[in-house]
């Protein structure tokens, strides 16, 4: 049931890519959508199995395990991104470019929360708005590549394509699909433990002090995460004092999972028809996780990845690179979010600092012409990716600095406001971007990289980035 042959190749994606022309109303949205419509569009970054008997047991086997979240959660996330789409949230949406199962260990998911928690500290304090936190965590797994192929020693390998396709070793690179079940687990056993610590009190804002900065070795820095820190604390010792602080949220927080959605057969076995609590009807959620996003490389209107978002509850993401015209996005946005519901679509728009002055304006023009009302996020990371001089992929913490003050001033000045940021980031001490308070340079870069696609920001970058935003809000 699950044979399909919507694959085209890399030349002709690239080529669907440059279709302008033919990208309106391709996709029409009264057109029956079913978990499984996308398998009669054109589908790019398709992954080729050798078993198609061993796929169809796996999407079995998924097709039958529980849901990992709730439309209940998932439904309470919609409703803090349309607060950030008025204006009234900032969202935080972070962790790293490619979640391996080796990262499913308490050491590894305790640190990605912390540094998003200290982040959502500096946020709150210097944007005074409630912060919606989301983690590239438990399922962001599948990369899209822009290289299908890699030469290693002379011989053409496939590439990684994330973990839950082949092996990031060598041995490991041909399709297994039985990754896809192992996927599942890996997902579920992070967000279990996710879970499990924030009801045990891991966020609560009343000890702060336990998410010490492990790793920062700036004295600046330090020294100004102390003084939010401090800040804070007196307000909940005022708070204390006249007796309203027995609001749990102080004690925990909200936290929502997220992945690009780019495993199709994957996402489709996660998709249940279920009872809305807000109106008692069954309706299609995507149950691995409260939010999904479109690449920049399989965002074409007319293909596979928007045929299967546009009929799924979850609010989503749309990756927003230099090459989208401002009618392709409109017509993205109508066939995505066609009753205009404020922060169903995030555009999480990652030009690069040299193109922003010059993409970002249309956009937001375009988007002012229709009704839709979105979540403007800025990732300032993937248009700033380059090669470091020993061919190591690294991104300048200064570019990433730039895109995003560009960012927020150019929203401003076009009467419009930046709602969130979207990070590639880890909580640990890394060496893959160059620049930040630590300066590290090139040569640094060899120290400690660890990241197996594309640079992190490390837990102090991370932190610089937080107080960019804050005093860009504070001032
Ligand atoms: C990513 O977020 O890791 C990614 C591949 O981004 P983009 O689709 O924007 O290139
Ligand atoms: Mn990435």
Not at 1 to 26: C, P, W
Not at 56 to 77: C, G, M, Q, R, Y
Not at 206 to 223: G, I, N
Not at 386 to 405: C, Q, V
Request: hydrophobic share 35%; with cysteine; charged share 25%.
């Amino acid at each position: 049931a699950k044979l399909r042959s919507n694959s085209v190749d890399y030349t002709e994606s690239q080529i669907i890519h440059e279709q302008r022309d033919d990208v309106h109303g391709n996709i029409d949205n009264k057109s029956q959508w079913d978990p499984t419509s996308w398998h009669t569009k054109p589908i790019v970054q398709d992954v080729i199995y050798s078993s198609m008997e061993d796929v169809e047991k796996a999407l079995e086997k998924l097709e039958t395990l529980p849901p990992l979240v709730s439309p209940h959660e998932i439904n309470d996330l919609q409703e803090k991104l349309r607060d950030a789409a008025l204006g009234k949230a900032f969202v935080l949406q972070g962790g790293d470019c490619a979640e391996l199962f080796d990262y499913c260990s308490q050491e590894h998911i305790e640190s990605k929360m912390k540094i998003l928690l200290q982040m959502s500290l500096v946020l709150i304090w210097g944007t005074k708005l409630p912060l919606v936190r989301i983690g590239r965590i438990a399922g962001q797994f599948a990369k899209p590549r822009s290289k299908l192929t890699e030469e290693v020693d002379g011989k053409v390998m496939p590439s990684f394509r994330g973990d839950n396709i082949n092996g990031f070793d060598m041995s490991e690179r041909t399709p297994d699909p039985s990754r896809l079940v192992s996927a599942y687990f890996h997902s579920a056993a992070t967000l279990n433990f996710i879970r499990t610590s924030l009801s045990s009190g891991f966020a609560d804002l009343h000890r702060p002090f336990d998410w010490s900065l492990s790793h920062v070795q700036s004295s600046e820095v330090k020294a100004r995460y102390r003084a939010v820190v401090d800040a804070i604390t007196e307000g909940l010792s005022f708070m204390k004092t006249i007796g309203a602080d027995k609001s749990s949220t102080l004690e925990s927080i909200d936290f929502y999972t997220s992945h690009e959605g780019l495993m199709l057969e994957f996402e489709q076995c996660l998709t249940r028809k279920l009872r809305d609590p807000r109106d008692g009807e069954s309706k299609w959620y995507n149950t691995s996780a409260h939010f999904l996003w479109i690449g920049d490389r399989t965002r074409q209107s007319n293909c596979a990845h928007v045929e299967y978002f546009r009929g799924i509850m979850n609010p989503i993401g749309v990756k927003v690179g230099p090459s989208m015209t401002g009618d392709e996005l409109v017509a993205t946005l109508d066939i995505l979010d066609p009753d205009c519901i404020a922060g169903k679509v995030t555009l999480i728009t990652r030009y690069g600092a040299g193109n922003i002055s010059k993409a970002l304006p249309p956009h937001i023009a375009a988007v002012k012409r229709t009704k839709h009302k979105v979540v403007w996020m800025s990732d300032p990371c993937h248009g700033n990716t380059k090669a470091s001089t020993s061919g190591l992929k690294t991104r300048d913490f200064e570019d990433i600095m730039n895109e995003l003050a560009l960012a927020l001033q150019i929203h401003k000045d076009n009467d419009s406001q930046l709602n969130g940021v979207h990070l590639e980031l880890t909580g640990d001490a890394v060496t893959e971007c160059i620049g930040g308070s630590a300066r590290l340079t090139d040569e640094d870069l060899q120290i400690r990289y660890d990241t197996v696609c594309d640079p992190r920001l490390s837990e102090s970058q991370s932190l610089d980035v937080a107080f960019l935003i804050a005093d860009w809000f504070k001032k």
